[in-house]
């Protein structure tokens, strides 16, 4: 088990460019408060929900998404759980037949608008040649009863869509192909939809995120189509302040290597680099540099940042994700080592005051997720662990489980108390 220290901060130096503020670590703290975990509820789907995404309905109502590897699930419908109370327990949800344009075996996401109109994103991906097919979002007005599908892209190599709801109520989506960040939007609480000009001519969708008034802020990172391109350099925060008509491309804080391979050529997995806005508008960028996770926040719109060492571990700690409500209260994930020594870790942060933020977390964990064959080790089951703020005050955690060897598939439901 890998241990993990979180440093005491040291003020701020300038480095580089008079755009960026860098904060580096010092010695260690005396360890802080933990956040306490909720004992696992577990839904066996019978499917594996890998990469799984959750969001909380107005009304309550819970949903988690995800996507299987099987092979026999190509052209088959996405797969939607839901649960009415409070995740206790879990149910499949009808969410339509291929005939309607319900297809979907990769990478999903989900967004509850304030109306209570919910949005299911998801993308086919074929598996004998390795690219994308499709990218398609299911709406629903009933909490999940019914839904309307259209198809946003049939393009081959769609892959990493994103979705988000704007506090105008206008629905922004964002995807990659190959040739670039692809881009579209409803007004009408997606009965249409309009596919704009592309954010950006190269690079990948990592991640999108917007904010109280209308900021949007997307991740654009060299990787893209499912690893099928790598355009060297792209490294780049893209904002939009007038709702995606014009966008403003950033170089983002820190110091990344990226190489054509997930993991190669420097032994770091990279593929979402998480970006937030909170309540007051600053912008959050959360990054690893190896045994450092690493927090940007930025009071301009991206243009300056401060920065801090947040997290640091004995090896690599990879894949995170971010989300953030209120100010600047935050929630991540993330993993640490590889194979029998995988473990997910979820932290809060407070980063709400002038100085450095302070880190709280839940002791690291192990889930039920392996590789196939015949000695599976421990697997990640995609490339971050999705967090929530829930309604009550809790966080919300979901794991994949993927254990082919005991006929174990779904997902594990967490509360986190803090």
């Known amino acids: 088990m890998r241990r993990l220290s979180f440093p005491l901060l040291v003020p701020p130096r300038f480095c580089g460019a008079a755009v960026l503020i860098c904060v580096g670590a010092g010695m260690p703290t005396p360890a802080l408060a933990q956040l306490t975990l909720s004992r696992p509820v577990e839904h066996l789907a019978g499917v594996a929900v890998r990469e799984p995404m959750v969001v909380e309905h107005p009304d309550g109502a819970l949903f988690v998404a995800g996507f299987t590897q099987d092979i026999a699930a190509t052209g088959q419908p996405p797969k939607l759980f839901r649960s009415v109370d409070a995740g206790t327990t879990w149910a499949a949800v009808n969410v339509g037949t291929p005939a309607h344009g319900a297809v979907g075996n990769s990478d999903v996401d989900l967004a509850a608008a304030p109306d209570g109109t919910l949005y299911f994103l998801t993308m086919g991906f074929d598996r004998t040649t390795g690219s994308g097919t499709h990218v398609a979002v299911g709406v629903s007005r009933d909490v999940g009863e019914t839904w309307a599908w259209t198809y946003l892209s049939q393009d081959r190599f769609d892959d990493r869509p994103w979705i988000e709801v704007a506090p105008d109520g206008v629905v922004h989506?964002?995807?990659?192909?190959?040739?670039?960040?692809?881009?579209?939007?409803?007004?009408?609480?997606?009965?249409?939809?309009?596919?704009?000009?592309?954010?950006?001519?190269?690079?990948?969708?990592s991640h999108l995120a917007i904010g109280p008034e209308g900021e949007m802020a997307v991740r654009i990172t060299p990787r893209s189509a499912s690893g099928n391109r790598f355009d060297q350099g792209v490294d780049l925060i893209a904002v939009s302040l007038d709702g995606g008509k014009t966008w403003e491309k950033m170089t983002p804080p820190g110091n990344r290597r990226w190489g054509p391979e997930p993991s190669a050529p420097y032994g770091l997995p990279r593929w979402v680099e998480p970006v937030a806005w909170d309540a007051e508008g600053a912008l959050y960028h959360l990054w690893s540099e190896g045994p450092a996770l690493w927090l940007g926040r930025s009071g301009d719109h991206g243009n300056t940042w401060e920065t801090w060492s947040i997290v640091t571990g004995e090896g690599p700690l990879y894949f995170p994700y971010l989300v953030a409500r209120g100010s600047g209260e935050l929630a991540a994930t993330w993993f640490s080592g590889f194979g029998n020594d995988l473990l997910a870790h979820v932290a809060v942060i407070d980063a709400s005051g002038t100085g450095p933020p302070s880190v709280q977390s839940?002791?690291?964990?192990?889930?039920?997720?392996?590789?196939?064959?015949?000695?599976?080790?421990?697997?990640?089951?995609?490339?971050?662990?999705?967090?929530?703020?829930?309604?009550?005050?809790?966080?919300?955690?979901?794991?994949?489980?993927?254990?082919?060897?005991?006929?174990?598939?779904?997902?594990?439901?967490?509360?986190?108390?803090?």
């Open 173 to 205: 989506v964002i995807w990659n192909d190959g040739a670039g960040v692809s881009y579209a939007t409803s007004t009408d609480a997606g009965h249409t939809w309009t596919e704009q000009d592309r954010v950006h001519p190269q690079g990948g969708s």
């Open 362 to 418: 839940v002791d690291p964990f192990q889930f039920d997720s392996w590789t196939p064959g015949e000695s599976p080790v421990r697997a990640t089951g995609g490339e971050y662990l999705p967090v929530l703020f829930l309604s009550d005050g809790d966080l919300a955690v979901v794991t994949p489980i993927v254990n082919l060897a005991e006929q174990r598939q779904g997902f594990t439901w967490y509360r986190v108390s803090h």
